[in-house]
T-cell receptor, first 113, second 114 residues
């Protein structure tokens, strides 16, 4: 049973457009949700994170939204750039395994010039 | 300068052999972790350490043994290697343990077992 689900699996967006990635989770004890960006051959880089007490967090062109009732979160990238082309992972942790990040399978994003 | 160093970048091993993956962090963090990423599964938590003490272990096999000689070092020894162990192994660190703390990942060691 996959505890963190991501969609879509892959996505192509035109340069300058808005990218929306979504994630859902099962475990109601999860209370921390980071998003990571990974380029080929590199490790995941922390992009933005949100705690379950918040419903929105913004950092530059990146905004994450959290809906506790629906157990869903999303990552919005405005003015998407070719340099944003990467794989994006959402993750979750909380409860007994407070430091154990559970990852989704990732979304491969391509920004077309 | 890289803040989390993993050595080697690539590693090829034969079935049944033993290898050690090295990780050092220079972020001044007190907690360190190992994760594994393979073609078949998403990034998967393996171990967490805080102040050189094992805090959480989600690896069923005793063939995987973390080793912490210093607070900023967490190596991973893998014995009796199998082809299924082929994956990229990532070390991560965070300021503290008992969360949530932001976790920062190293560049990874890509292991191939023939």
């Amino acid at each position: 049973q996959q505890q963190v689900r991501q969609s879509p699996q892959s996505l192509t967006v035109w340069e300058g457009g808005t990218t929306v990635l979504t994630c859902s989770y099962e475990d109601s004890t999860f209370n921390y949700f980071p998003w990571y960006q990974q380029f080929p051959g590199e490790g995941p880089a922390l992009l933005i994170s949100i705690l379950s007490v918040s419903d929105k967090k913004e950092d530059g062109r990146f905004t994450t939204f959290f809906n506790k009732r629906e157990k869903k979160l999303s990552l919005h990238i405005i003015d998407s750039q070719p340099g944003d082309s990467a794989t994006y992972f959402c993750a979750a942790s909380g409860g007994e395994g407070a430091d154990r990040l559970t990852f989704g399978k990732g979304t491969q994003l391509i920004i077309q010039p | 300068d890289p803040k989390i160093i993993q050595k080697p970048k690539y590693l090829v091993a034969v079935t049944g052999s033993e290898k050690i993956l090295i990780c050092e962090q220079y972020l001044g963090h007190n907690a360190m972790y190992w994760y594994r990423q393979s073609a078949k599964k998403p990034l998967e938590f393996m171990f967490s350490y805080s102040y050189q003490k094992l805090m959480d272990n989600q690896t069923a096999s005793s063939r995987f043994q973390p080793q912490s000689s210093k607070k900023n070092h967490l190596d991973l020894q893998i014995t009796a290697l199998k082809p299924d162990d082929s994956a990229t192994y990532f070390c991560a660190s965070s300021q503290g343990w008992g969360g949530p703390y932001e976790q920062y990942f190293g560049p990874g060691t890509r292991l191939t077992v023939l």
